[in-house]
């Protein structure tokens, strides 16, 4: 057997990688068109080839069972960041300075009005429902698991998935007004943008 294949590599892993690798290209990749514009920009980001054909078979685009190579898992890890796939596995932060923060983003000078709420989520099992007041403030509605509190205010221009959130000018209780980080280490999702 090529000890260069990993079949023993589970589908939630790779699923996992692959969505990575969509967060950081910033979009899904769906059509051979897509396949071709991902090897391209791997190429161009981290000096590594991977054909269109590979990524399709990864992304089960065609129908043909064949394990990932060990290197294609590393290049692909590289990319999104990662020194390697081990590395990934391990569940260590992406080692990223600078890049693109993808397209799930919420601007508060672009896309939120007055009374829009946003759920957000990050680990372990925190959320956070908060309603946006206007002119970058936002107030906590409710909240679970976090120190965040009901009435609490705080200024935030920018809310990127998958990215820390930071709060300035947070008013929590009694507290001095202060900065304060959510997901520092996994970032932040949100949902449920409504009025």
């Keep these: 057997m090529d000890k260069k294949i990993i079949p023993?590599?589970?589908?939630?892993?790779?699923?996992?990688?692959?969505?990575?690798?969509?967060?950081?290209?910033?979009?899904?990749?769906?059509?051979?068109?897509?396949?071709?514009?991902?090897?391209?920009?791997?190429?161009?980001?981290?000096?590594?080839?991977?054909?269109?054909?590979?990524?399709?078979?990864?992304?089960?685009?065609?129908?043909?069972?064949?394990?990932?190579r060990r290197s294609t898992l590393d290049v692909l890890a590289r990319y999104c960041g990662w020194c390697d796939y081990e590395d990934f596995l391990k569940g260590n932060a992406p080692d990223i300075e600078s890049g693109n923060v993808g397209t799930n983003v919420i601007s508060a000078d672009k896309n939120v009005k007055r009374g829009d709420r946003v759920r957000l989520m990050w680990p372990p099992s925190r959320i956070c429902v908060i309603e946006y007041l206007g002119e970058r403030k936002w107030k906590v509605i409710a909240s679970e698991g976090t120190r965040l509190a009901p009435g609490d205010t705080f200024r935030c221009a920018l809310i990127v998935s998958g990215e820390p959130l930071y709060l300035d000018n947070l008013v929590h209780g009694d507290d001095r007004p202060g900065v304060y980080v959510c997901g520092r280490k996994s970032g932040v999702t949100f949902s449920d943008r409504s009025t």
């Design 8 to 68: 023993d590599i589970s589908a939630r892993q790779l699923k996992d990688l692959l969505m990575r690798v969509e967060e950081t290209y910033g979009k899904e990749v769906l059509t051979p068109l897509q396949f071709e514009a991902l090897a391209d920009d791997i190429l161009r980001r981290i000096g590594k080839l991977l054909s269109p054909t590979t990524l399709k078979r990864l992304w089960g685009y065609l129908k043909e069972a064949q394990a990932p």
